[in-house]
């Protein structure tokens, strides 16, 4: 497979997945300052888009009208989730030739028929599109394609964005656990309340919570379940590294994650949840150079070379 078209699948991946994620964190916490009259508005928005890592700081205040723009509708922000469906799309025309046309479809008609402009009044709408666009991208990734390098390179990149988007999810928990959403709130917003339940059968608190969102091995949305999912795709996509130990750079970063997370006491994960969450960020930013690296590498433009006299 060309490194160009390697690098788009894992990119559509990544892209799909982060839509989704803004969405349903967008969705917990824009409703949450339209609840709640005791959150200073400006402060918690700013806040919200600096763990997005987009706050502009051309902004003496902000609002919940800014917040959806910036990371809703906005195509020139990178954060965005037009932005992401954009990219998502541009990626899946360039692998046009290895992709499904279902699939090549349900992405074009997503982003054709994503709003520029979204009323205040319209925004849970604009969400519940948004999740179930992607979801129908990723049935069909699921159920049209066979499980081969192609598979696993979508995979890979929907399982580190997954780790993000639940850290970065955590992470605006912890920055307002004041005033946040709860704990039930948080987990309504990845589909995991009902899942919850079965595990723990009861409300729940921060200890159970954290667990389940961090260490549960069978809920998807976990960070241990995606982490293993991404080691596994690693692992299918360069089998030779099983002979050299850990293996690639990728899987050394990705697997000491997982075990910052898996052996330590949960009291300890909850008290360091903050630091926690940065870290897990970090290491799926240096996975993704260290994937980018292995199968992807960009080469320097050719270059004359004269010759000596």
């Given at each position: 497979m060309l490194s160009r078209i390697a690098e788009s699948l894992f990119w559509i991946g990544r892209y799909v997945e982060r839509s989704d994620g803004t969405a349903r964190l967008l969705d917990v916490h824009l409703q949450l300052l339209l609840e709640d009259p005791w959150v200073e508005e400006s402060r918690a928005c700013t806040a919200l888009l600096g763990v997005m890592g987009s706050a502009p700081e051309t902004y003496n205040t902000l609002c919940r009208a800014d917040v959806l723009r910036l990371l809703g509708t906005d195509r020139a922000q990178p954060s965005s989730i037009a932005a992401s469906l954009w990219a998502a799309r541009e990626n899946a025309r360039g692998a046009r030739d290895v992709l499904p046309s279902e699939l090549w479809e349900a992405l074009n008609t997503t982003v054709k028929r994503l709003p520029r402009r979204v009323r205040e009044d319209k925004t849970h709408d604009f969400f519940r599109y948004v999740r179930e666009r992607a979801a129908l991208v990723f049935g069909l990734i699921d159920s049209n394609i066979s499980r081969d390098d192609l598979w696993r390179l979508i995979t890979l990149g929907r399982s580190i964005e997954h780790v993000d988007m639940t850290a970065r999810l955590l992470a605006t928990r912890s920055l307002t656990e004041a005033s946040g959403p709860s704990w039930a709130t948080i987990l309504r917003s990845v589909g995991g309340y009902e899942a919850f339940q079965h595990t723990f059968r009861g409300q729940p608190g921060s200890r159970h919570a954290v667990e389940f969102l961090l260490l549960d091995q069978l809920f998807p949305r976990s960070i241990l379940h995606s982490l293993n999912r991404a080691i596994d795709a690693l692992t299918g996509l360069d089998p030779s590294d099983r002979r050299i130990g850990v293996g690639s750079d990728a899987r050394r970063v990705l697997g000491?994650?997982?075990?910052?997370?898996?052996?330590?006491?949960?009291d300890r994960l909850v008290e360091d949840l903050p630091r926690l969450m940065v870290?897990?960020?970090?290491?799926?930013?240096?996975?993704?150079?260290?994937?980018r690296d292995r199968f992807f590498p960009v080469n320097p433009d050719p270059a004359w070379i004269g010759e000596s006299a």
């Open positions: 000491w994650v997982r075990s910052q997370l898996e052996y330590a006491p949960v870290a897990v960020q970090n290491g799926m930013q240096q996975a993704t150079e260290a994937i």
